[in-house]
């Protein structure tokens, strides 16, 4: 057990570019979850997979923001057309199935700065 | 719609005393609720959870939380603080298991 990781942990953009973020879950993990997390907020539900099935999507995530997980292993987070609003840290999390499913595991995070 | 209230952004308290982290949530339903513990540069840590079974929860490092179904409170409590406590705590709420909604979090200060 390795834990979350994410990539990359920082990330400087201008606006108008459009990044990607990867997070490999806890190896078996069958939800995968993304978050964002702004200065003295707590962390904001953006998605969340089961396997490969992107499953709900927050009504706050704009058309610009997309996941996937192709396998039901890793997942990206892309965002176009970047924004200073889209300012901040994108959290990823996992858990397994059964009496650990609401067990989040949660990586360090990617901080995106838009300049 | 869920939402989850933290009262108080920062609490200081003194070693060996008593920590109380309030929480409280709007749900229609018993949620499943949550308290996360995030330390500096560090990814977000599950203290412990209620999933409808007993209203009492223990977790890790000490701390517990009581579900109050009348007051849809629960607060996160330690006996006697450490040094090693200082952290940002997060309180949780999810009405299904699917979606997670957090509070804006409660800086903890623990004095000397």
């Known amino acids: 057990d390795t834990g979350v990781s994410q990539d990359p942990r920082h990330k400087i953009t201008k606006r108008g570019q459009n990044v990607t973020f990867r997070c490999d879950p806890i190896?078996?993990?069958?939800?995968l979850y993304w978050y964002r997390q702004t200065l003295g907020q707590g962390p904001e539900f953006l998605t969340y997979?089961?396997?490969?099935?992107?499953?709900?999507k927050s009504r706050l995530l704009s058309d610009r923001f997309s996941a996937e997980r192709p396998k039901g292993s890793f997942s990206t987070l892309e965002i176009q057309r970047t924004e200073q609003g889209d300012s901040a840290m994108y959290l990823c999390?996992?858990?397994?199935?059964?009496?650990?499913?609401?067990?989040?595991?949660f990586g360090p995070g990617t901080r995106l700065t838009v300049t | 719609a869920q939402s989850v209230t933290q009262l108080g952004s920062h609490v200081s308290v003194s070693e060996g005393a008593l920590v109380l982290l309030r929480c409280n949530y709007s749900s229609s339903v018993p949620p499943y609720l949550f308290w996360y513990v995030q330390y500096p540069n560090q990814g977000l840590q599950l203290l412990l959870k209620y999933t409808s079974a007993a209203t009492l929860v223990k977790g890790i490092n000490g701390f517990e939380a009581e579900f109050k179904k009348s007051e849809t409170s629960f607060h996160l409590t330690k006996p006697s603080a450490h040094m090693s406590d200082a952290a940002e705590y997060f309180c949780a709420v999810s009405p299904t298991g699917n979606q997670f909604y957090f509070g804006t979090g409660t800086s903890l200060t623990v004095i000397p």
């Open positions: 999390a996992s858990s397994s199935k059964r009496e650990r499913l609401l067990e989040q595991y």
């Open positions: 190896s078996e993990h069958n939800r």
């Open positions: 997979f089961q396997n490969e099935a992107q499953l709900e």
